[in-house]
């Protein structure tokens, strides 16, 4: 378990993790980036930026 | 890479799966290879350096799937110049990274798209909504989501969204692309090596219908027509795995709206969990005819 650096909730990480996954916060639904798997590291996934996606 | 000889050690390679974030499709894909027992490895397209004339990179094949257009082209362009079977090519990116470019090649091959009128300065904003007729939707040349789409009632206010987009700084941001708005059901076909898998259509309170803005995706029949043109489509742009947006109108008219060449494709498995989506994408890698 980690803490989700919005609200501060718990949030377990799935064991196939992996340093750039993206998970979602369960209690605040914030998307959040998975930094570091050992120990593990969330923070908030960053804005989009301008040339993003699909 | 290829061309060696040496399909034995090509076979052993591992695929690389070029991302900027494991979202869920990249979670999808890395799990399908794995089902293969087909090494795939996550590469961080920020991480990656390769000299001009240098060697290709260790993989039997990238699906390249980093987040900046940008970026996502370089990749391309550097995997299909050292003969990395890559997913998807250089071309087909740039088809559908630039709206503009997506609309004459499929304008060109005869497919149906809605009036579109390009103005290359903001100055011509307003004279190129005259062009279109009200309403019109103006949009971005780049970019997705359904950002910074307008949809405009008159001229004034067509003049006051590209008024605003005269202040952005990215040239590329300053181009102007007009649709006719036409009323109908939003409709996403999913392409992958010509063949067109599954459908999905999208429903939303608000008029920009995108599953990444919260519309609601659900399964939609895949008719012999739709697949058709859908096929067609995404081989104008040039192929490969393309997220074919289209337009049913009230008057059951099909047309094409772009085609999104680094597709998400959540929301289609979502509606389609029978379809195995990842696992075409994957195989279709694997058979080494990317396009
Ligand atoms: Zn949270």
Redesign the pocket.
Known sequence: MTV?P????Q?SLPDTAMAAEIVV?E????E?EVVAVDPPVLALAPEVEEDWGE | MTGDGDAGAWAAAPVALVATRIRVEERMLLDAFQRRAVPCHHVDDRSLVYRVGGPPPPWRAVVNRALSASRRLEVSRWCEAVGTPVLNTPDTLARCDNKIATALALHQAGIPVPHTVVALDPAAGGDAAEEIGFPAVVKPTTGSWGRGVARIGDRDAAEAVFELRGQLASPTQRLGLLQEFRYGRDLRVLVVGGSAVAAITRESGHWVRNTGRGARARAYALDAELASLAERAAAAVGGGVLGVDLLETDTGERLVLEVNGAVEFHGLSAAHTDAPIAETIADHVLSGAPG
């Open positions: 989700c919005e609200c501060q909730g949030v916060c209690d605040c639904s914030s959040l």
